[in-house]
């Protein structure tokens, strides 16, 4: 079953900051994010496994609340590269070394 | 370093054929996966495999089989085109356990049944 992603979409100013939420119906065993420019492929940004800590990219970052079996992205002062649509993939805690299973993404727009 | 490499870039089938997708890595990963792109649902998984001669299906295994002969090729064939089956198809590669590590995408194959 797929996680959900919220919001569906978001339009931006330059220099604003957004949060992307990605919930499972599943225990998880890790969150993964992935960036995608339109007509290109999902490029990674980060994972963050159960147990772990809070991860940071540039002014990019993500929690995982395992116990609400959620993950939150955070873009801070954002830029127009920031453009594109962002999937969060899911592993299921009871099925290791198996499926990893995405959401159906947000689509994030930066205007100048 | 060629990374994850896809072919065709596009294709048109009518209903009713058959085609094969291809897929190769030259990471020597050993996890490879499947997944269609159709709008608004974001990436759904066919098929995966966790090395030569294993695989297993996914979230929308149906119309589609795979094998794993080689560590780097991962083809998907289709085996008889339905309009259903017109979408963006990636496949990615790991290199150990899929959820622990950074998955790489190939550029995608649009394929359109008509």
């Known amino acids: 079953q797929q996680p959900v992603q919220s919001p569906q979409a978001v339009i931006l100013r330059e220099g604003e900051d957004a949060v992307i939420n990605c919930s499972s119906s599943?225990?998880?065993?890790?969150v993964h994010w992935y960036r995608q420019k339109h007509g290109e492929a999902p490029v990674f940004l980060m994972i963050?496994?159960?147990?772990?800590e809070q991860k940071g990219h540039e002014k990019i970052s993500a929690s995982f609340n395992e116990k609400k079996q959620q993950s939150s992205l955070y873009l801070t002062a954002s830029q127009l590269s920031y453009s594109g649509t962002y999937f969060c993939g899911t592993g299921s805690l009871y099925n290791q070394g198996g499926k990893l299973i995405f959401g159906q993404g947000t689509e994030l727009s930066v205007k100048p | 370093n060629a990374g994850v490499t896809q072919t065709p870039k596009f294709q048109v089938l009518k209903t009713g054929q058959s085609m094969t997708l291809q897929c190769a890595q030259d990471m020597n990963h050993e996890y490879m996966s499947w997944y269609r792109q159709d709008p608004g649902m974001g990436l759904r998984l066919i098929h995966y495999s966790v090395g030569a001669g294993i695989t297993d299906q996914g979230e929308v295994p149906n119309g589609y089989n795979v094998s794993r002969s080689t560590t780097e090729d991962f083809p998907l064939r289709l085996l008889s085109a339905a309009p259903s089956q017109t979408s963006v198809y990636f496949c990615a590669s790991s290199y150990s356990d899929s959820q622990n590590t950074e998955a790489f995408f190939g550029q995608g194959t649009r394929l359109t049944v008509v």
């Open positions: 599943k225990a998880l065993y890790s």
């Open positions: 963050l496994l159960k147990g772990g």
